[in-house]
């Protein structure tokens, strides 16, 4: 049973451009939820989707923006990026409706922002 | 804003139990404590999670106070690949729908040594 998947594992971008981060979620969970970790910080929430809608945001600008596709899966997309945008990105997955459920994380995308 | 307080580091000698306290002073009736740690830029891993009961699995204990101000995570026979970022989090619920963020804080670096 595969975990949560992250793609890419590493990406270098420049100031100005675009990015796009994928994730599948573990076999069985509808919900993900993303995260922005800078070096040497705890992770921070970005959003959350079920049902293919962001339900929950953290406090991130409209730069971040996300997709969720009907097989659960999802996608991160950052627009004119910042050097502050460089970070480890993590996806985590977790089933709707299941009581006090944990999430599982993946790996996660290192993003550098040159 | 994170809801936990936790020291910053903490050294523990191989072959003892690691205890690592963390205080939520404001949190809710119906907030669950979870513990993650993450390992050198790995994602995040669950550890275990409670809300007034003291907790066992086969990873760690969790000890929470009668009044829930505080917990305490305890790894009974630490081994150096323990060493890792200890988070202590309080989930913040979302409605009914059971999708709860993780709000983190800086958490507690554990170094195992032998």
């Known amino acids: 049973d595969a975990g949560v998947t992250q793609s890419p594992t590493h990406l270098i971008k420049t100031r100005g451009q675009q990015v796009t981060l994928r994730c599948s979620p573990k076999?069985?969970?509808?919900?993900v939820s993303w995260y922005q970790q800078a070096l040497g910080q705890g992770p921070q929430f970005i959003f959350q989707?079920?049902?293919?809608?962001?339900?929950q945001r953290g406090n991130f600008p409209d730069r971040f923006s996300g997709h969720q596709f009907p097989n659960y899966s999802s996608e991160l997309n950052v627009n004119a990026l910042l050097l502050g945008d460089s970070a480890l990105y993590l996806c985590?997955?977790?089933?709707?409706?299941?009581?006090?459920?944990?999430?599982?994380f993946g790996p996660g995308t290192r993003l550098t922002v040159l | 804003d994170a809801k936990t307080t936790q020291p910053t580091s903490m050294d523990c000698a191989e072959g003892r139990a690691a205890n690592l306290p963390c205080n939520h002073s404001t949190i809710s009736g119906n907030e669950y404590v979870y513990w993650y740690r993450q390992i050198h830029s790995q994602g995040p891993q669950y550890i275990i999670h409670?809300?007034?009961n003291n907790e066992t699995n086969e990873m760690a204990s969790l000890i929470i106070t009668e009044d829930r101000k505080s917990s305490t995570l305890i790894l009974p026979h630490a081994t150096l690949r323990d060493t890792a970022v200890y988070y202590c989090?309080?989930?913040?619920?979302?409605?009914?729908?059971?999708?709860?963020?993780?709000?983190f804080g800086q958490g507690t670096t554990l170094q195992v040594k032998p």
């Open positions: 076999s069985g969970h509808d919900t």
């Open positions: 989090i309080v989930r913040v619920e979302h409605g009914s729908s059971n999708t709860g963020k993780l709000i």
């Open positions: 409670g809300l007034k």
């Open positions: 989707y079920y049902e293919e809608e962001e339900r």
């Open positions: 985590a997955s977790n089933p709707l409706g299941v009581p006090n459920n944990e999430q599982f």
